[in-house]
């Protein structure tokens, strides 16, 4: 099945620089790979997702690339400020298996002041 | 957009009691449910995924007859946790597809507390 490795566990930014979050993926059949922030006790939200049909998407502060021959794709988030703070996870969606979503081990995101 | 209800949001229940845990899709049908269970600071981890109508498809290492999983309805999938010890203490999230694939919609989440 797929597996998903996120990279740093951990990271710690001053406000206002940038924040690069990497994952690896070990199904070349994934082809949808979405993040998301979670804050404590709540539910997961989508900040951006990408499809295997494209090299990278941007929305405003955020960005992701994708590099389907390496399979590993990253999240970049500029100008951070304190209310970015959370854990922040990537998934892959393999369409076999019931098009189910394998997270990454997330990665908790400080911006501080 | 889509929403997902999921109730109760917290629970305290104990030993060897069952509790039921219920997802609904309030402006969606919600062809397939996937059941997620997370301990305090990991991931999610997948725990089953069910399809409406069908039997649910369990993860490895997964209890079939731990963890109840009905998906009766486009709009209803239900999660019983069944004889509940502490070690079930966790995190339980529903996240659904509708039948258009468009997304997934998580629910806001179950605090299961077994004492």
């Known amino acids: 099945g797929e597996n998903v490795e996120q990279h740093p566990s951990t990271l710690s930014v001053q406000e206002g620089d940038s924040a690069v979050i990497k994952c690896t993926y070990s199904?070349?059949?994934?082809?949808?790979f979405p993040w998301y922030k979670q804050e404590l006790g709540k539910r997961p939200q989508l900040i951006i997702d990408?499809?295997?049909?494209?090299g990278e998407k941007k929305d405003q502060r955020i960005a992701v690339t994708l590099n389907k021959t390496a399979k590993h794709f990253s999240l970049h988030i500029t100008e951070t400020q304190p209310e970015d703070s959370a854990v922040y996870f990537c998934?892959?969606?393999?369409?076999?298996?019931?098009?189910?979503?394998?997270f990454g081990t997330g990665t908790q995101l400080k911006v501080e002041l | 957009g889509a929403v997902v209800s999921q109730h109760p949001s917290r629970v305290i229940c104990k030993s060897g009691t069952s509790v039921k845990i219920e997802c609904r899709s309030l402006?969606?049908?919600?062809?397939?449910m996937f059941w997620y269970r997370q301990f305090p600071k990991q991931s999610l981890m997948l725990m089953a995924t069910?399809?409406?109508?069908?039997?649910?498809?369990?993860e490895q290492g997964v209890e079939k007859d731990k963890f109840l999983i009905n998906h009766a309805s486009l709009t209803l999938s239900t999660l019983t946790v069944t004889s509940a010890h502490p070690e079930d203490s966790s995190f339980y999230i529903c996240?659904?597809?509708?039948?258009?694939?468009?997304?997934?919609?998580f629910g806001s989440g179950t605090r299961l507390t077994v004492v």
């Open positions: 402006d969606f049908q919600a062809t397939t």
């Open positions: 998934a892959a969606r393999t369409t076999g298996g019931g098009n189910k979503l394998t």
């Open positions: 996240s659904a597809r509708d039948q258009g694939g468009l997304g997934y919609t």
């Open positions: 199904d070349s059949a994934s082809n949808y």
């Open positions: 069910s399809n409406e109508g069908s039997k649910a498809t369990y």
């Open positions: 990408i499809r295997s049909n494209v």
